[in-house]
């Protein structure tokens, strides 16, 4: 979503940033997409708001207790806007809220007093010593980072967490069951990440790795599925397809995707708009959405 960052090409990793202006003056050929623009901060929104009436819940990591007792330490990885943070802050006004992403997405002035964000880049490692959380969560990451950067990610957010803390992911997958419209989108999504090194399926992936870090137990997880689309997902689908059509038709996916597609722009939209039609009328693909926890030894 959003505008291009540059990658340093000699080390793989990010470029470092200090707001999106400077993104903008280093945009290279689209490697990785950053929230520059107001339609993102809306899919972030939208996106938490479904999630949390999918899961009915903001976590599934067994922290209600400790969130309700107070004193529990919170840290949301590359927060975004922070809604998450937000609401899980407004609930549990005695515990303490952290967030900390690579752009001034955040809001800075008008927030709780229980939170707090800070910019930073999970990839250059977490500004916070070992040990420091009670419970670190992320999620929708799955078209950022390459497989080397979870490994990479996974390591820092474990290495914050105290002994006894929970670390969670929450993140989507693509539906396997499109219609052939919408399935042309979803390949040249796929061959396009899988260009940067990036797969937007990792369910298996974020629990191979947390099942071979031994310095974590008790990996579990849990799948919602939604139909894409009003006549077969209800008020919900329609919602998801809603974040569907942000996704795809926002800066700057029609002139990115396109040309995987071997479309030009003005057929890419044209094509999508059948996409939607067919989601409504003949195939509702089935989305998983998930969530995977565990415990730090
Ligand atoms: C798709 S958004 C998800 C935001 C948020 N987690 C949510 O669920 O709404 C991806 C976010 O990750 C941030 N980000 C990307 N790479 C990052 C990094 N290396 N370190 C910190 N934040 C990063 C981006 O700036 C963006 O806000």
Redesign the pocket.
């Known amino acids: 979503?959003g505008n291009v960052l540059s990658f340093s090409r000699k080390h793989g990793k990010?470029a470092k940033s200090k707001n999106t202006q400077n993104v903008q003056k280093k945009t290279e050929p689209l490697k990785y997409y950053?929230?520059n623009f107001i339609t993102d901060t809306d899919i972030?929104v939208m996106?938490?708001f479904f999630d949390r009436y999918l899961f009915q819940c903001n976590f599934k990591a067994p922290i209600e207790e400790k969130l309700t007792s107070g004193r529990c330490k919170v840290l949301?990885?590359?927060?975004?806007?922070g809604?998450?943070l937000l609401d899980m802050a407004s609930a549990y006004g005695s515990s303490n809220f952290f967030g900390?992403?690579?752009?001034f997405?955040f809001p800075t002035e008008i927030k709780p007093e229980n939170v707090q964000f800070k910019l930073?880049?999970?990839?250059e490692g977490l500004p916070f010593d070992d040990n420091t959380f009670d419970y670190v969560h992320?999620?929708?990451?799955v078209?950022?980072?390459t497989l080397d950067q979870w490994h990479f990610a996974i390591t820092e957010i474990i290495r914050v967490c105290k002994p006894g803390g929970y670390v969670e992911f929450?993140e989507p997958e693509l539906a396997t069951n499109s219609g052939p419209i919408l399935s042309k989108f979803y390949d040249a999504l796929v061959e396009l990440s899988e260009s940067r090194n990036v797969k937007i399926r990792m369910y298996d992936n974020i629990i191979g790795i947390l099942n071979s870090t031994i310095s974590v137990q008790n990996v579990e997880s849990k799948k919602e599925v939604i139909s894409l689309g009003l006549k077969k997902g209800g008020y919900v689908g329609n919602e998801y397809l809603m974040i569907h059509n942000e996704f795809f038709l926002n800066v700057p996916m029609p002139e990115t995707l396109s040309k995987f597609m071997g479309l030009s722009e003005r057929e890419y939209l044209e094509l999508y708009k059948r996409a939607k039609n067919e989601v409504e009328s003949v195939f509702s693909p089935d989305c998983e959405v998930y969530k995977i926890w565990c415990q730090k030894r």
Do not use: E, K, N, R
């Open positions: 979503m990010l950053l929230p972030m996106s938490h949301d990885v590359c927060c975004g806007a809604t998450w900390i992403d690579l752009c997405v930073g880049d999970v990839l992320q999620g929708h990451m078209d950022v980072f929450a």
